[in-house]
Every structure is written in C-alpha cells, then in structure tokens.
Nanobody
Framework: QVQLVESGGGLVQAGGSLRLSCAAS????????MGWFRQAPGKEREFVAA????????YYADSVKGRFTISRDNAKNTVYLQMNSLEVEDTAVYYC??????????????????????WGQGTQVTVSS
C-alpha cells in the first residue's frame, strides 16, 4: 500500500530551523507533485509548499515565502521542507501529501488539498517564543 511518513518535527525556539522529511513507499511519485500542508489547533488545514514532478517549479504560501524551501529527491522518493526563521505562528501539525495524477502546472492545482490523493500522518512542529 502507498504510505507517506513524515519526520523531523519537534520543538524549536523562534528564529530557529527545522527540516522535515517525507518518505514515500508503495509507489514512485517522481512523475507527480508532492506538497506540504499544516493545521494549527482550531484552524483549517492550509497549504504551505508544493513541488511539481519536474522539480523545477515550486509553489509557496505567502506566509512562508523566503523562509521555507521545498525540495525533493526522486531517487529516494522523498520530499523535504527546510524551515528557517521559524515563528510562533508556524506551530502546527505538518502533513506531507502526494498527488495521484498529473495536473496542469498552476497554483490552483498544487495548493488545493483536494487535489492530493495520499497523505502522511503528520509531524508536530512547535515554535516557542
């Protein structure tokens, strides 16, 4: 079965950095987009970043631009999220997701959680002041 497993979450002080990893198994996602979403207590799931299968196109939420970087290693079937200059507002459960089909290259198709077919269980990121 397809499985996505996140790792790298934890507790960090504001201004610090963390790198999240998402390892996929059961299917190769080199031809499909992969992304990161997050959900804070009392809030809806929101888009964070996504990477197109080509590896040359990236999408970011305005709230994380300039601070977060998404990357992927297709040979390892893994996607990463490098988070720098973390803020208290970044505290949330971070979910890795992957699409099951090829969509057009647009922000709409890559930022909508409804376009993703596979999800990890999430990893907690807590940023303290």
């Amino acid at each position: 079965q397809v499985q996505l497993v996140e790792s790298g979450g934890g507790l960090v002080q504001a201004g610090g950095s963390l790198r999240l990893s998402c390892a996929a198994s059961g299917r190769t996602f080199s031809s499909y987009a992969m992304g990161w979403f997050r959900q804070a207590p009392g809030k809806e799931r929101e888009f964070v970043a996504a990477s197109r299968w080509s590896g040359g196109t990236r999408y970011y939420a305005d709230s994380v631009k300039g601070r977060f970087t998404i990357s992927r290693d297709n040979a390892k079937n893994t996607v990463y999220l490098q988070m720098n200059s973390l803020e208290v507002e970044d505290t949330a459960v971070y979910y890795c997701a992957a699409q099951g089909r090829i969509y057009s290259g647009s922000y709409y198709y890559n930022s909508d959680p409804g376009k993703y077919d596979y999800w990890g269980q999430g990893t907690q990121v807590t940023v303290s002041s």
